[in-house]
Every structure is written in structure tokens, then in C-alpha cells.
């Protein structure tokens, strides 16, 4: 979670500071530690094998159930997207993110930091793109380089399916909910 944070950090400084594009830069870095991982697999002791032997307490949380029926996963999601959608509608930070996406220009002029917003979004989306790579992990208990590899444009379109407007303007945490549900 935490390689996935600095990796958030890097895109929001290239993207804030150098005015690259979100989409190529993301998909630059993408390119980057995919290429990483590829070669930190083929060492040993993995030699191009998935991770196995991982521990039980690690595992429960995307195999456990609580009371026998309900899975922590779940549970998990549940209170990351509360969380999430609380920064969003009940603080000061998600309300520059809103005004953000409307006009940079007129958000600099009111006084927001525009650069210090933009690279806390990128990490804020990162770490949480990383606790879901470990839940992915937890859930299969043989996590490899290769997890997603080629899903994102499946991802892209599961968003789009479900409601997440493709040209902005519906931001909501409501409004991913049934792009989450299609993807799975």
C-alpha cells in the first residue's frame, strides 16, 4: 500500500507540477512498475511463481467471514467507502477536489492550493488502488505480478457502464457503486 502511495505521490507531482496529462502519466507508471515487478518475480525465491504460504491472519481478511455469513472483504469496503465518501461531501478537502474539476484557473484565484490538492488525490487514489491489490492478494492467497494485467480498459468500461460519466461531471461515490458491482 505504501509503494502504491509513493507511486500516487510521483503521478500527482508530474501531473500538478509538469502539466503531463493524468492519463499518460498514470499509464506511464503503470508501464514502470509492472516492468519492476516482472523482474523482482523472476528472482529468486519466486522465480516467476506466484507468492504462496501467505500468512492466516493476511488471508481472513478476503476469505473470513464474521458470524459465518458475512465476508470481512465486505465489511472492509463498506467503511472505505464511507470513509471515502465523508472526505468527499463533509469536508473542506473533498470540496476543493469538486471545484478542482470544474476550473483550475478560478480555483487559484479563490486562493486553494491547486498543486498540493491535486497530488493529495493522486495518493489518496493510489493507496487505496494498493489496499485493494492486497485484498485482491488476501482473497486469492497466491498473489502474482500479473494481477490486472490487460483490465484496464475492462475496468474503463465497467465505470462508464455503470453511470461514471466519462466526460466529468457526475463525481460521487453513489455514482461508482454500480460500476463496482459490473466489474466483479
Request: charged residues 10%; proline residues 4%.
Amino acid at each position: 500500500m505504501f509503494i502504491a502511495l509513493f507511486f500516487g505521490l510521483l503521478n500527482g507531482a508530474i501531473v500538478a507540477k509538469l502539466n503531463v496529462p493524468p492519463f499518460i502519466t498514470t499509464l506511464a507508471t503503470m508501464v514502470v512498475a509492472y516492468g519492476v515487478t516482472s523482474i523482482n518475480f523472476k528472482l529468486p525465491p519466486n522465480n516467476s511463481r506466484p507468492i504462496s504460504g501467505l500468512r492466516d491472519d493476511f488471508t481472513y481478511l478476503g476469505t473470513g467471514n464474521i458470524y459465518g455469513f458475512m465476508p470481512v472483504i465486505v465489511i472492509i469496503t463498506f467503511i472505505v467507502c464511507i470513509a471515502v465518501w465523508y472526505l468527499q461531501n463533509k469536508t473542506v478537502f473533498g470540496k476543493n477536489v469538486f471545484a478542482i474539476s470544474g476550473s483550475r484557473d478560478a480555483v487559484k484565484l479563490s486562493g486553494i492550493n491547486v498543486t498540493f490538492t491535486v497530488i493529495v488525490i493522486f495518493a489518496l487514489a493510489s493507496a487505496l488502488i494498493g489496499m485493494a491489490g492486497m485484498m485482491e492478494a488476501a482473497c486469492t492467497g497466491g498473489p502474482t505480478n500479473n494481477y490486472g494485467v490487460r483490465n484496464e480498459l475492462d475496468a474503463i468500461a465497467a465505470c462508464v457502464v455503470g453511470g461514471v460519466s466519462s466526460s466529468g461531471g457526475v463525481g460521487t461515490v453513489e455514482a461508482s457503486f454500480p460500476a463496482c458491482s459490473s466489474f466483479r
